[in-house]
C-alpha cells in the first residue's frame, strides 16, 4: 500500500474513480480505498442509466459490449453498474491510479490543524497515508466529511430520514407482454412512481418499476403497496427489489477546506427533480480539474483559500442551477393527486416528446413551448381541472428559486464573505415549504 501520495480518495465508485482519473492524467499520484472487495462495488445496483451526451462531452468510453451493456433508449446507456465499474478501474490503473479494496477509513491525520492524510485500515493492519489533498467520495455516508473537526470549514451533517429520498427498484417481467402495459417513461407523480428499461429483449418484456419515497424504505413500501392496489399496473413477475437512497438537500456551503474536498452524495451533488447526481458530480469534477492540477503543482499546501475558486465556479455555474431546482422541487407538494396527474398528462408531451430520438436530461424550453404550457395550464383552470389559487403558489416557488439563484450567482469572492452569504441563504430557504402528504393508508412528509 502507497504511504505517500498526492491525492487520497475515500470511496471507489462514480465519484471517485472519475475525479481519481482526472488527476492521474495530470500526472499526480492517486490512491482510491474502498471499504467493499472490489468485485462488490456496485452491487446494490444491478442497472444504471447514463446519457449518451455525458460521456461524449467528458470522454468518458461509454459501455459497447454486453454483458456490460444492456441496450440504448432515446439518447441513454443502459448497463450494469458493477461491470461498469471493473472496466473502468482497469482503464485507471493503466494511467496510474492505484486501488485499495476492503480499506475502512479510519480517521484523518492532521499536522498544526490541517489535514495531512489519513488513517485507514486492511486486513485489521492500521495504515497512515500522508496526502497533499483528501477526498470524501463515501456517498451517503459522508465518511470524511463527517470526521472533520468543528469550524474547520466544511459543515459536518449527515443524512437522516429527513434530508434524503428512499428509492426501491423493482425489476418485474410483464405476464402478457403484448397486452397494455406501462412503458419506459410513465410516471405517476402523487405516488413518485416511474418506469424505466431494464433487461431489453425484443419485446421489451422487462422493466424496471421504481419509487422514490420518503422517511424511510418500510413508508416507501407501504406508498408503492397501496399505488399497486389502485390496479393501474398490468400483471407482473417480480424478478427482485433493490434498495438505495440519495440527497435531497442543498450541498455544504464549501465544498473545500485545507487539504479536503468533497463531491457527490456525500457533497449532496443532486438534481432533485431529475434524481440524478452522476452527471452533476462529473462536471463539478471536470470543471475543477485545473483549480486542483494547478495548486498540486504549485508546491503549496493545499489551503483553503488555494482551492476556493472551486467554491466560486461550481456555485456560480451549476451550483446555481441546482440551488434553484432544490428551490422549485417543492412546488410538487402543491397540488392534489388529479391535479398533478394532469399536468403531467398535458405538460410531458410538450417537455419531453415520445417521439423524440433522445430523452430530455434538462429542460430547454423555447418560446414555442412556453406559449404550449401557458396553454394547456390555462385550460385546465377553465376546465376546473386545475385550481387558480395553486398556480399562483408556483408562481411564487418560481419567482423564489430565482431570487436562490441570483444568490447563489453572487458566492463570496473569499472565504471572509461566507459566513454573510450563508445568512441570507438560509433566510430565503426558510421559503421553501412542504406539508405531508396524505394517502389513504398512510401520510408522509417528503423533503
Keep these: ?62 459501455p459497447t459490449e454486453t454483458p456490460e451493456l444492456i441496450g440504448s433508449w432515446r439518447g441513454i446507456w443502459v448497463s450494469r ?37 489519513a488513517k485507514v485500515e486492511k486486513e485489521k493492519s492500521e495504515h497512515e497515508i500522508s496526502a497533499r489533498l483528501v477526498v470524501d467520495a463515501s456517498g451517503v455516508a459522508c465518511a470524511v466529511r463527517s470526521s472533520l473537526p468543528d469550524n474547520y470549514g466544511v459543515e459536518r451533517w449527515t443524512y437522516d430520514s429527513t434530508n434524503r429520498f428512499f428509492v426501491i427498484l423493482h425489476y418485474i417481467k410483464w405476464l402478457k407482454p403484448d397486452d397494455p402495459h406501462p412503458v419506459s417513461g410513465n ?15 425484443e419485446k421489451l418484456e422487462n422493466a424496471i418499476m421504481g419509487i422514490i419515497g420518503p422517511e424511510s424504505f418500510e ?14 399496473v398490468a400483471p407482473f413477475e417480480l ?23 468533497c463531491a457527490g452524495d456525500s457533497a449532496a451533488t443532486m438534481n432533485p427533480i431529475a434524481a440524478r447526481g452522476i452527471p452533476e458530480t462529473w462536471h463539478l469534477c471536470k470543471n475543477a480539474e485545473d483549480i486542483f492540477d494547478a495548486a498540486l503543482k504549485s508546491g503549496e499546501y493545499l489551503s483553503r ?44 408531451p410538450i417537455l419531453n416528446p415520445p417521439d423524440a430520438k433522445e430523452e430530455a436530461t434538462e429542460i430547454k424550453l423555447s418560446a414555442g413551448k412556453i406559449l404550449k404550457v401557458i396553454g394547456k395550464v390555462l385550460g385546465g383552470i377553465f376546465i376546473g381541472k386545475l385550481s387558480i389559487r ?21 458566492y463570496p469572492e ?30 408522509a412528509t417528503y423533503p
Design 305 to 348: 483559500e488555494l482551492l476556493w475558486e472551486v467554491n466560486v465556479k461550481h456555485f456560480r455555474g451549476e451550483g446555481a442551477e441546482l440551488a434553484s431546482v432544490y428551490m422549485l422541487s417543492s412546488f410538487i407538494h402543491v397540488f392534489r393527486e388529479k391535479e398533478l396527474n394532469f399536468l403531467f398528462q398535458k405538460l410531458l
Design 239 to 261: 424478478k427482485k427489489k433493490e434498495y438505495c437512497s440519495f440527497p435531497l438537500t442543498l450541498p455544504p456551503y464549501s465544498l473545500v477546506a485545507d487539504g479536503f474536498f
Design 187 to 201: 410516471t405517476w407523480p402523487y405516488y413518485f412512481v416511474f418506469f424505466d428499461p431494464g433487461y431489453m429483449g
Design 390 to 410: 395553486r398556480i399562483f403558489k408556483v408562481i411564487k416557488i418560481s419567482r423564489n428559486a430565482g431570487k436562490l439563484k441570483k444568490h447563489y450567482k453572487n
Design 219 to 232: 413508508k416507501t413500501e407501504a406508498i408503492m403497496e397501496e399505488f399497486l392496489e389502485s390496479g393501474i
Design 81 to 117: 453498474l458493477p461491470l461498469f465499474f471493473q472496466r473502468m478501474y482497469k482503464i485507471l490503473e493503466s494511467d496510474g491510479v492505484q486501488f485499495e479494496f476492503s480499506c475502512n477509513f479510519k480517521e484523518l491525520l492532521f499536522k498544526n490543524e490541517r489535514i495531512i492524510g
Design 1 to 62: 500500500m502507497l504511504k505517500k501520495c498526492d491525492v487520497l480518495i475515500v470511496g471507489a465508485a462514480t465519484t471517485g474513480i472519475y475525479f481519481g482519473w482526472l488527476m492521474a492524467k495530470k500526472g499526480h499520484s492517486v490512491l482510491v480505498v474502498d471499504k467493499e472487495e472490489r468485485e462488490q462495488v456496485g452491487q446494490r445496483l444491478e442497472v444504471i442509466h447514463l446519457d449518451k451526451e455525458t460521456f461524449e462531452e467528458l470522454d468518458i468510453p461509454p
Design 414 to 443: 473569499t472565504a471572509e464573505d461566507l459566513d454573510e452569504w450563508i445568512k441570507r441563504t438560509n433566510e430565503l430557504l426558510e421559503l421553501r415549504k412542504v406539508k405531508p402528504r396524505i394517502f389513504k393508508t398512510t401520510s
